[in-house]
């Protein structure tokens, strides 16, 4: 029997914290609610993914010496996933703060990751990542990385080599490795920011990111049709209806695992794509960002996902 690949994640492992309002939003006044946290990160959050779907898995991020720090540590443990991260004694470990109105969508978020901009470039170059990435099957790494640190792990990869966009103000940290990935995955404005344009034409937007470099890219846009760029082709995967949304939260991270361990398994990339909408449904209805759900809630799911269609040429 083979043994499962394994899946080396670089970037985001940090602690979310969701506020989310129990009634209509109301700008700049307090706002009745709840508010949670969990361990999080896009990187993190596709890799437990990932490994909810069969594949093993490594984690190389920073974090500071704090409970928040621990935290993450326990739940790489809780996952059995290699923790290759290195903790920084004196510094504070990223958090992402996010409002969410009482539909579960994004209202406003705040990102406190300067560690990742201080240190995480920084530790492409040693020995112990290199030996990681000889080790595993495939790399995912997040725009949580500063520019320098992508471009030093495109080089040294040699395997595929997959990445995350994050959000439209990070995603620009990817474009001097667009040739070399594998496979980006991001939504429609983040796709507009790569492309350079703001346009619902998708063969332009298509065209722009080919012209780039970029070979394959999948393309969301929120509950709507998931848009594959692969080559010449452009294909959609529609959306099944959630039968509730509790928390998008980690919806698009969620795809991107769900993808990734597929495609690790042999299958093809629309078919892929498939399992990703699948577990990113699943996941909006559920108020975590990484959720364990049964076998048989994801073939079930999976079934109500239409298979891709061809939508330019």
């Known amino acids: 029997m083979n043994a499962a690949p394994r899946l080396l994640a670089i970037g985001g492992a940090h602690l979310d914290r969701?506020?989310?309002?129990?009634?209509?939003?109301?700008?700049?006044?307090s706002n009745p609610g709840t508010m949670r946290e969990e361990v999080g990160g896009g990187a993190f959050n596709a890799l437990r993914t990932a490994v909810a779907c069969g594949v093993k898995g490594s984690l190389f991020s920073v974090r500071g010496g704090d409970?928040?720090?621990?935290r993450v540590a326990r739940e790489a443990a809780d996952w059995r996933i290699e923790d290759l991260s290195v903790t920084f004694l004196d510094r504070a470990t990223p958090s992402y703060t996010a409002i969410l109105?009482?539909?579960?969508?994004?209202?406003?978020?705040?990102?406190?990751?300067a560690l990742y901009g201080l240190a995480l470039g920084r530790q492409m170059r040693r020995r112990s990542l290199r030996d990681a990435v000889a080790a595993c099957d495939?790399?995912?790494?997040?725009?949580?990385m500063p520019a320098d640190g992508i471009e030093i792990l495109a080089r040294l990869s040699g395997k595929p080599l997959h990445a995350i966009a994050v959000s439209p103000a990070k995603v620009a940290r990817l474009t001097g490795v667009?040739?070399?990935?594998?496979?980006?995955?991001?939504?429609?404005?983040?796709a507009e920011v790569v492309a350079g344009v703001d346009t619902d034409d998708i063969d332009l937007l298509a065209g722009e990111l080919a012209?780039?470099?970029?070979?394959?890219?999948?393309?969301?846009?929120?509950?709507?049709e998931v848009t594959i760029m692969q080559g010449r082709d452009i294909l959609a995967v529609d959306v099944p209806t959630?039968?509730?949304?509790v928390d998008v939260t980690g919806a698009g991270d969620a795809l991107a695992g769900a993808t990734v361990a597929a495609m690790m398994r042999g299958a093809a990339l629309p078919e892929a794509v498939r399992e990703g909408v699948a577990r990113a449904t699943?996941?909006?209805?559920?108020?975590?960002?990484?959720?364990?759900?049964?076998?048989?809630?994801?073939?079930?799911?999976?079934?109500?996902?239409?298979?891709?269609?061809?939508?330019?040429?």
Request: hydrophobic share 45%; charged share 25%; with cysteine.
């Open 138 to 144: 495939a790399v995912l790494c997040d725009a949580n």
């Open 101 to 113: 109105d009482r539909n579960g969508d994004l209202v406003a978020g705040l990102a406190d990751m």
């Open 178 to 190: 667009l040739p070399e990935l594998a496979c980006l995955f991001m939504n429609r404005r983040e």
């Open 18 to 29: 969701r506020g989310q309002v129990s009634g209509d939003y109301v700008p700049a006044a």
């Open 67 to 70: 409970a928040a720090g621990l």
């Open 282 to 313: 699943l996941t909006v209805e559920s108020d975590r960002a990484v959720a364990r759900f049964a076998a048989g809630d994801m073939a079930r799911r999976l079934a109500q996902v239409p298979g891709p269609r061809r939508i330019s040429r």
């Open 242 to 245: 959630a039968a509730t949304v």
């Open 211 to 224: 012209a780039r470099g970029l070979r394959t890219a999948v393309i969301t846009s929120g509950s709507r």
